[in-house]
């Protein structure tokens, strides 16, 4: 039986050993969300890899004086975020997370009759009505293909900061604590990012779905 990776302490320990078993497990399960990450700050997907690579090293590098004081994970983002920014910085492509009031949960331009209100008891500021089920008849719709590639150049549109939490949260599973830990955001912040990134998404989909009912 393998090693459970998915402990801290385990994968801590067998990176420090060089075990390359373990190296191989981190690429294989956050390369791609942290190429996805890298591309919010740096204008090329070869600078992106570049980006990657280097924390991959700084990962290898620094295994020693990892203190333990977040998740390894966490840290490793954090060495991501850092080394990204730096380079989008020389590129002159840096766009900061936005400044939003923590009771702020309005989406400017969007008609407010199609979401629930701030002061609704279960679910302030989340949709009205659920989206269409598409899915369950796909002999009235799109393809599914066809309907990826939609959902992907409305993700493209997004703001960075709308676009990070999109990606960690509903591409990557991330929890929300842990977007929060890594972004350096409030629950709130965090929330209202989410809301509206998935909020445009769904609009942007939204002539298509309703020409298909």
Not at 4 to 16: F, N, Q, T, W
Not at 65 to 78: A, C, D, G, Q, V
Not at 183 to 212: C, F, I, M, W, Y
């Given at each position: 039986?393998?090693?459970?990776?998915?402990?801290?302490?385990?994968?801590?320990?067998a990176l420090r050993l060089g075990d390359t078993t373990a190296f191989e497990w981190m690429v294989d399960r956050y390369h791609g969300s942290l190429r996805r990450l890298a591309l919010n700050y740096v204008a090329t997907g070869a600078v992106a890899d570049e980006v990657v690579?280097?924390?991959?090293?700084?990962?290898?590098?620094?295994?020693?004086?990892?203190?333990?004081?977040?998740?390894?994970?966490?840290?490793?983002?954090?060495?991501?975020?850092?080394?990204?920014?730096?380079?989008?910085?020389?590129?002159?492509?840096?766009?900061?997370?936005?400044?939003?009031?923590?009771?702020?949960?309005?989406?400017?331009?969007?008609?407010?009759?199609?979401?629930?209100?701030?002061?609704?008891?279960?679910?302030?500021?989340?949709?009205?009505?659920?989206?269409?089920?598409?899915?369950?008849?796909?002999?009235?719709?799109?393809?599914?293909?066809?309907?990826?590639?939609?959902?992907?150049?409305?993700?493209?549109?997004?703001?960075?900061?709308?676009?990070?939490?999109?990606?960690?949260?509903?591409?990557?599973?991330?929890?929300?604590?842990?977007?929060?830990?890594?972004?350096?955001?409030?629950?709130?912040?965090?929330?209202?990012?989410?809301?509206?990134?998935?909020?445009?998404?769904?609009?942007?989909?939204?002539?298509?779905?309703?020409?298909?009912?």
């Amino acid at each position: 039986m393998g090693a459970d990776y998915d402990d801290d302490a385990v994968l801590v320990a067998a990176l420090r050993l060089g075990d390359t078993t373990a190296f191989e497990w981190m690429v294989d399960r956050y390369h791609g969300s942290l190429r996805r990450l890298a591309l919010n700050y740096v204008a090329t997907g070869a600078v992106a890899d570049e980006v990657v690579q280097e924390t991959w090293l700084a990962l290898i590098q620094g295994i020693d004086r990892f203190e333990r004081r977040s998740t390894l994970k966490t840290w490793l983002y954090r060495v991501l975020m850092n080394k990204a920014r730096t380079r989008g910085l020389r590129e002159q492509r840096t766009r900061p997370f936005s400044s939003l009031d923590g009771d702020d949960l309005t989406l400017s331009g969007f008609d407010p009759d199609r979401f629930r209100p701030a002061d609704d008891p279960e679910w302030p500021g989340h949709w009205a009505a659920p989206p269409t089920p598409w899915q369950e008849q796909p002999d009235r719709h799109l393809e599914a293909t066809a309907t990826l590639d939609l959902v992907r150049e409305a993700v493209a549109e997004l703001p960075p900061n709308q676009r990070q939490v999109m990606a960690l949260r509903d591409i990557d599973g991330w929890t929300s604590d842990e977007v929060c830990n890594v972004l350096g955001l409030s629950q709130t912040n965090q929330r209202v990012l989410l809301h509206r990134a998935r909020a445009k998404v769904r609009l942007a989909l939204d002539p298509t779905l309703e020409s298909a009912t």
